[in-house]
Protein backbone atom coordinates (compact mmCIF):
# COMPACT_ATOMS: atom_id res chain seq x y z
CA UNK A 1 0.00 0.00 0.00
CA UNK A 2 1.44 3.36 -0.72
CA UNK A 3 1.93 6.29 2.65
CA UNK A 4 3.63 8.97 3.16
CA UNK A 5 5.27 9.80 6.38
CA UNK A 6 6.05 13.58 7.47
CA UNK A 7 8.94 12.45 10.30
CA UNK A 8 8.23 15.63 12.35
CA UNK A 9 4.78 17.28 13.15
CA UNK A 10 6.62 20.51 14.17
CA UNK A 11 10.43 22.71 13.22
CA UNK A 12 11.17 25.57 14.60
CA UNK A 13 14.17 27.76 13.06
CA UNK A 14 16.15 30.97 13.30
CA UNK A 15 15.42 33.32 10.52
CA UNK A 16 18.28 33.08 7.75
CA UNK A 17 18.83 29.27 8.98
CA UNK A 18 18.12 26.40 6.85
CA UNK A 19 15.15 24.63 6.41
CA UNK A 20 14.32 20.86 6.32
CA UNK A 21 11.29 18.91 6.43
CA UNK A 22 11.38 15.56 5.92
CA UNK A 23 9.10 12.88 4.12
CA UNK A 24 9.34 8.96 3.06
CA UNK A 25 7.43 7.13 1.36
CA UNK A 26 6.50 3.63 0.63
CA UNK A 27 5.38 2.81 -2.92
CA UNK A 28 5.59 -0.34 -5.01
CA UNK A 29 5.79 1.48 -8.20
CA UNK A 30 7.62 5.25 -9.01
CA UNK A 31 5.47 7.45 -7.50
CA UNK A 32 4.39 11.05 -7.74
CA UNK A 33 5.20 13.51 -4.92
CA UNK A 34 4.25 16.90 -4.21
CA UNK A 35 5.08 19.49 -1.31
CA UNK A 36 1.93 22.00 -0.13
CA UNK A 37 2.18 24.57 2.14
CA UNK A 38 -0.74 26.29 3.51
CA UNK A 39 -0.59 29.49 5.80
CA UNK A 40 -2.85 30.30 8.40
CA UNK A 41 -6.91 29.99 7.42
CA UNK A 42 -6.30 29.46 3.79
CA UNK A 43 -6.23 26.74 1.34
CA UNK A 44 -3.15 25.12 0.65
CA UNK A 45 -0.98 25.76 -2.08
CA UNK A 46 1.44 23.78 -4.43
CA UNK A 47 5.04 23.98 -3.43
CA UNK A 48 6.52 21.57 -5.72
CA UNK A 49 6.19 18.23 -7.95
CA UNK A 50 7.91 15.34 -8.47
CA UNK A 51 7.20 13.58 -11.40
CA UNK A 52 10.07 10.94 -11.86
CA UNK A 53 12.06 14.07 -14.51
CA UNK A 54 14.50 15.04 -12.53
CA UNK A 55 15.51 13.87 -8.95
CA UNK A 56 15.93 17.65 -8.10
CA UNK A 57 12.73 19.87 -8.00
CA UNK A 58 12.86 23.15 -7.79
CA UNK A 59 9.75 24.99 -6.37
CA UNK A 60 8.53 28.49 -5.58
CA UNK A 61 9.59 30.51 -2.62
CA UNK A 62 13.31 28.99 -3.01
CA UNK A 63 12.08 25.44 -1.79
CA UNK A 64 13.33 22.78 -3.47
CA UNK A 65 13.41 18.46 -2.57
CA UNK A 66 15.30 15.78 -3.46
CA UNK A 67 13.64 12.72 -4.61
CA UNK A 68 15.88 9.38 -3.19
CA UNK A 69 15.01 5.94 -4.34
CA UNK A 70 16.93 4.32 -2.21
CA UNK A 71 16.21 6.51 0.97
CA UNK A 72 12.62 6.40 0.09
CA UNK A 73 12.53 10.38 1.13
CA UNK A 74 11.34 13.12 -0.54
CA UNK A 75 13.07 16.09 1.42
CA UNK A 76 11.54 20.01 1.30
CA UNK A 77 14.47 22.23 2.11
CA UNK A 78 15.43 25.62 1.59
CA UNK A 79 18.78 27.32 1.92
CA UNK A 80 17.29 30.65 4.23
CA UNK A 81 14.20 30.82 6.23
CA UNK A 82 12.40 34.12 6.06
CA UNK A 83 9.33 35.06 8.57
CA UNK A 84 6.74 34.60 5.76
CA UNK A 85 7.89 30.58 5.68
CA UNK A 86 6.06 30.26 8.75
CA UNK A 87 3.14 28.04 7.97
CA UNK A 88 2.06 23.97 7.46
CA UNK A 89 3.93 21.80 5.12
CA UNK A 90 1.98 18.58 3.40
CA UNK A 91 3.51 16.14 1.68
CA UNK A 92 1.56 14.62 -0.46
CA UNK A 93 1.23 11.20 -2.64
CA UNK A 94 -0.29 11.29 -5.59
CA UNK A 95 -2.15 8.12 -7.56
CA UNK A 96 -5.14 6.42 -7.91
CA UNK A 97 -5.92 7.87 -4.54
CA UNK A 98 -4.16 11.12 -3.43
CA UNK A 99 -2.66 10.49 0.09
CA UNK A 100 -1.78 13.41 2.37
CA UNK A 101 0.79 13.20 5.14
CA UNK A 102 -0.04 14.44 8.74
CA UNK A 103 1.45 17.93 8.24
CA UNK A 104 4.69 19.70 9.72
CA UNK A 105 4.20 22.94 11.27
CA UNK A 106 7.55 25.02 10.42
CA UNK A 107 7.81 28.08 13.19
CA UNK A 108 10.32 30.59 12.27
CA UNK A 109 12.57 33.08 15.04
CA UNK A 110 12.62 36.47 14.22
CA UNK B 1 -7.31 32.33 -15.02
CA UNK B 2 -9.96 32.24 -11.72
CA UNK B 3 -8.79 29.77 -9.21
CA UNK B 4 -10.87 27.98 -6.87
CA UNK B 5 -14.02 29.31 -5.30
CA UNK B 6 -15.50 28.23 -2.55
CA UNK B 7 -19.07 29.52 -0.96
CA UNK B 8 -20.04 30.55 1.89
CA UNK B 9 -16.27 31.21 3.48
CA UNK B 10 -17.73 31.60 6.98
CA UNK B 11 -20.78 29.62 8.21
CA UNK B 12 -22.86 29.56 11.77
CA UNK B 13 -25.02 26.52 12.14
CA UNK B 14 -26.32 24.42 15.44
CA UNK B 15 -26.71 21.01 15.98
CA UNK B 16 -29.28 18.87 14.34
CA UNK B 17 -28.98 21.35 11.40
CA UNK B 18 -27.72 20.68 7.65
CA UNK B 19 -25.30 23.04 5.42
CA UNK B 20 -24.58 23.21 1.94
CA UNK B 21 -21.22 23.74 0.92
CA UNK B 22 -20.57 24.85 -2.95
CA UNK B 23 -16.93 24.76 -4.89
CA UNK B 24 -16.48 26.27 -8.35
CA UNK B 25 -13.41 24.53 -9.99
CA UNK B 26 -10.96 26.37 -12.12
CA UNK B 27 -11.60 26.30 -15.44
CA UNK B 28 -11.14 23.38 -17.73
CA UNK B 29 -11.16 21.41 -14.57
CA UNK B 30 -13.02 18.32 -14.45
CA UNK B 31 -12.08 16.36 -11.08
CA UNK B 32 -13.28 18.12 -7.75
CA UNK B 33 -12.42 16.55 -4.05
CA UNK B 34 -13.46 17.54 -0.67
CA UNK B 35 -11.17 17.88 2.31
CA UNK B 36 -12.09 17.94 6.26
CA UNK B 37 -9.30 20.04 8.48
CA UNK B 38 -9.57 20.07 11.90
CA UNK B 39 -6.85 20.37 14.71
CA UNK B 40 -7.42 17.20 15.97
CA UNK B 41 -7.77 14.87 12.81
CA UNK B 42 -5.75 16.91 10.41
CA UNK B 43 -6.89 17.07 6.90
CA UNK B 44 -9.04 14.25 6.05
CA UNK B 45 -10.25 13.27 2.45
CA UNK B 46 -14.01 13.41 2.25
CA UNK B 47 -14.80 12.34 -1.81
CA UNK B 48 -13.89 13.00 -5.21
CA UNK B 49 -15.96 13.41 -8.26
CA UNK B 50 -14.75 12.90 -12.07
CA UNK B 51 -17.03 14.27 -14.28
CA UNK B 52 -20.55 14.19 -12.21
CA UNK B 53 -19.65 10.78 -10.56
CA UNK B 54 -17.60 9.94 -7.44
CA UNK B 55 -14.70 8.52 -8.05
CA UNK B 56 -13.37 7.91 -4.15
CA UNK B 57 -15.17 8.09 -0.88
CA UNK B 58 -13.00 8.89 2.46
CA UNK B 59 -14.53 7.03 5.91
CA UNK B 60 -17.16 9.06 6.96
CA UNK B 61 -20.47 8.89 7.68
CA UNK B 62 -23.70 8.94 5.46
CA UNK B 63 -24.37 12.37 6.62
CA UNK B 64 -21.78 13.76 4.39
CA UNK B 65 -22.59 13.69 0.77
CA UNK B 66 -21.92 15.22 -1.86
CA UNK B 67 -22.67 15.34 -5.95
CA UNK B 68 -21.09 17.36 -9.13
CA UNK B 69 -22.96 18.86 -11.93
CA UNK B 70 -22.36 19.15 -15.83
CA UNK B 71 -20.23 22.66 -15.65
CA UNK B 72 -18.02 20.79 -12.90
CA UNK B 73 -19.24 22.73 -9.90
CA UNK B 74 -19.55 20.64 -7.01
CA UNK B 75 -21.84 21.11 -3.79
CA UNK B 76 -21.26 18.88 -0.64
CA UNK B 77 -23.92 18.18 2.25
CA UNK B 78 -23.70 17.29 5.83
CA UNK B 79 -26.93 16.77 7.67
CA UNK B 80 -27.64 16.43 10.93
CA UNK B 81 -25.12 18.91 12.15
CA UNK B 82 -23.16 17.57 14.89
CA UNK B 83 -20.52 19.70 16.94
CA UNK B 84 -17.91 17.13 15.85
CA UNK B 85 -18.71 18.70 12.14
CA UNK B 86 -17.16 22.35 12.59
CA UNK B 87 -14.03 22.51 10.56
CA UNK B 88 -12.45 23.98 7.90
CA UNK B 89 -13.80 22.43 4.20
CA UNK B 90 -11.46 22.20 1.83
CA UNK B 91 -12.32 21.94 -2.20
CA UNK B 92 -9.50 21.07 -4.73
CA UNK B 93 -9.67 21.00 -8.38
CA UNK B 94 -7.22 19.50 -11.08
CA UNK B 95 -7.49 18.94 -14.89
CA UNK B 96 -7.40 14.81 -14.50
CA UNK B 97 -7.90 12.28 -11.55
CA UNK B 98 -4.76 10.40 -9.72
CA UNK B 99 -2.63 13.25 -10.10
CA UNK B 100 -2.15 14.32 -6.77
CA UNK B 101 -1.58 17.91 -8.49
CA UNK B 102 -4.75 19.82 -7.04
CA UNK B 103 -5.44 23.58 -6.83
CA UNK B 104 -7.67 24.09 -4.01
CA UNK B 105 -9.78 26.58 -2.45
CA UNK B 106 -10.16 28.37 0.58
CA UNK B 107 -11.88 26.88 1.97
CA UNK B 108 -15.34 27.09 3.95
CA UNK B 109 -15.19 27.62 7.72
CA UNK B 110 -17.88 25.75 9.25
CA UNK B 111 -18.86 26.18 12.84
CA UNK B 112 -21.91 23.98 14.46
CA UNK B 113 -22.92 25.22 17.98
Not at chain 1, 15 to 26: A, D, F, H, I, M
Not at chain 1, 43 to 57: E, I, M, N, P, R
Not at chain 2, 73 to 86: F, H, I
Request: hydrophobic fraction near 35%; include cysteine; charged fraction near 15%.
Amino acid sequence: AQSVTQLDSHVSVSEGTPVLLRCNYSSSYSPSLFWYVQHPNKGLQLLLKYTSAATLVKGINGFEAEFKKSETSFHLTKPSAHMSDAAEYFCVFGGFKTIFGAGTRLFVKA
Amino acid sequence: KAGVTQTPRYLIKTRGQQVTLSCSPISGHRSVSWYQQTPGQGLQFLFEYFSETQRNKGNFPGRFSGRQFSNSRSEMNVSTLELGDSALYLCASSPGVGTGELFFGEGSRLTVL
